[in-house]
């Protein structure tokens, strides 16, 4: 009779560190600095993947401007422009540079008001990053088809978290921040910032996924609709 014997997927950390930054290109503790990125071109620029799924949710840029395409098992909307994704391959690139030193706290997208600069939303990705792994090149196991499960689940609750939220009737714009170690040298593209806080917010707690050596925690804060506070 012929065995079959059980594998398991070697999650590195530079794998590790490809996982998250490309869900953050998909979809940002008082030791850190917080740096914030913004695209200078006419309109500010959607974030490919996990960020990407949150502007064309909350529509903060028309619908023509993306395409579909398959990812996670799901289908996923992309912008097309050129210029974008450049922004976008420069984004990821450092993002996985820092998961790789273990240097990245968080990643924040801010959405708001184009007219006042007013924050409007803060889509917090908190990230914890075993140490170990960082310091001794220590490996961990886990399958890559539960972390896609993971990352799936993710992106299922941002699209359906959108009919809780206060509708964006208003021109916005987003800003990324990064939460990074204090010793951490930013490129020139990227500037010290504020947090960029809401006051009085109310929270959204999302689900999380876990590749064994980074774990992501999800959160949307956003400003009180005026209805209601009647």
């Keep these: 009779m012929a065995s079959r014997t059980a594998s398991k997927d070697i999650i590195t950390l530079r794998g590790s560190a490809a996982i998250v930054s490309e869900f953050f290109g998909y979809a940002a503790n008082r030791y850190s600095t917080v740096y914030s990125v913004r695209q200078t071109t006419a309109a500010s620029v959607p974030i490919h993947q996990g960020l990407d799924h949150i502007l064309y949710n909350r529509a903060v840029y028309p619908e023509e401007s993306f395409t579909k395409v398959k990812k996670y098992g799901l289908t996923m909307l992309l912008t097309q ?98 939460y990074t170690d204090t010793d951490v040298d930013a490129p020139g593209t990227w500037v010290e910032s504020d947090a960029k806080l809401i006051d009085n917010p109310q929270m959204i707690k999302l689900h999380s996924f876990d590749t064994k050596i980074h774990k992501v925690d999800t959160l949307v804060s956003y400003k009180k609709d005026e209805w209601d506070e009647e």
């Design 81 to 178: 422009d050129e210029g974008v994704k450049n922004f976008i391959a420069s984004l990821t690139s450092q993002l996985s540079e820092w998961l790789e030193a273990g240097k990245l706290q968080r990643i924040v997208l801010v959405i708001m008001s184009k007219a006042t600069s007013e924050v409007l939303e803060r889509w917090n990705f908190n990230i914890v990053t075993d140490a170990e792994v960082v310091e001794k090149g220590a490996i961990k196991e886990k399958s890559d088809k539960e972390i896609m499960r993971e990352i799936q689940a993710i992106m299922r609750q941002i699209a359906s978290c959108i009919t809780y939220l206060p509708c964006l009737d208003e021109p916005c714009v987003f800003d990324v921040l990064a």
